[in-house]
């Protein structure tokens, strides 16, 4: 399994159409496990062999280790106030994270330093996800996770138009110090409301 191929199975139909029914009636929780799944699901339709949180790793398959992390565009808003505060020290960053002076939960950028520079995988997903919620009804967005909020955040479309996430991914592959190729691609849903997942798959072992 290479980036190209994780991508190709991104675009493929059966990911399309499960990821536009994740997007419907997953719309109220996370979505990075029910996406992992939804991973596997196709590789064990086209007769890969993998396996799920193998020695807590996402997923393992042809001996490479791949993690997910999942993200709404409102952590741009987050992320901002990051990079302000630790964008030129990432290593002191996570050295506060295992003194336990911060926790691991607070914020975006420790889950994500976590995976890339810790865990060190041969393949890290990054998928952020955008949902045009301006037609949904008040009652139903009470059902939405982070959707009052979501609803004020303007629907991006583009993944070009995601510079914070793109700048933090920048210096995050530049402190990690391995060979890497980013592949971005952008998959738009017409489920109950409009998304658009933004798809960031760094291939380290490229």
């Known amino acids: 399994m290479t980036g190209t191929e994780l991508q190709d199975l991104f675009l493929s139909s059966d990911f399309r159409q499960g990821l536009t029914e994740i997007s419907s009636y997953l719309a109220s929780i996370m979505q990075e496990r029910p996406i992992v799944y939804l991973v596997a699901k196709c590789l064990w339709q086209w007769r890969y062999k993998f396996e799920l949180e193998e020695k807590k790793h996402d997923l393992s398959l042809d001996g490479k280790r791949i993690e997910f992390k999942f993200n709404y565009d409102l952590c741009e808003k987050k992320l901002t106030r990051e990079l302000e505060e630790y964008g030129d020290n990432l290593k002191g960053m996570w050295q506060l994270v295992q003194a336990k002076e911060i926790s691991k939960s607070w914020g975006v950028m420790p889950k994500i330093y976590e995976d890339v520079c810790?865990?060190?995988?041969?393949?890290?997903?990054?998928?952020?996800?955008?949902?045009?919620?301006?037609?949904?009804?008040?009652?139903?967005?009470?059902?939405?996770?982070?959707?009052?909020?979501?609803?004020?955040?303007?629907?991006?479309?583009?993944?070009?138009?995601?510079?914070?996430?793109?700048?933090?991914?920048?210096?995050?592959?530049?402190?990690?110090?391995?060979?890497?190729?980013?592949?971005?691609?952008?998959?738009?849903?017409?489920?109950?409301?409009?998304?658009?997942y933004h798809f960031r798959i760094c291939d380290f072992a490229s």
């Open 118 to 196: 810790i865990r060190k995988p041969h393949i890290f997903v990054w998928i952020i996800c955008s949902r045009d919620l301006s037609k949904v009804e008040p009652e139903d967005l009470e059902r939405i996770v982070k959707g009052n909020e979501q609803r004020k955040f303007p629907y991006v479309s583009d993944g070009e138009r995601l510079t914070v996430a793109d700048a933090f991914l920048t210096k995050l592959l530049d402190h990690a110090k391995r060979p890497c190729k980013v592949l971005k691609q952008d998959i738009q849903t017409k489920g109950d409301f409009p998304s658009t």
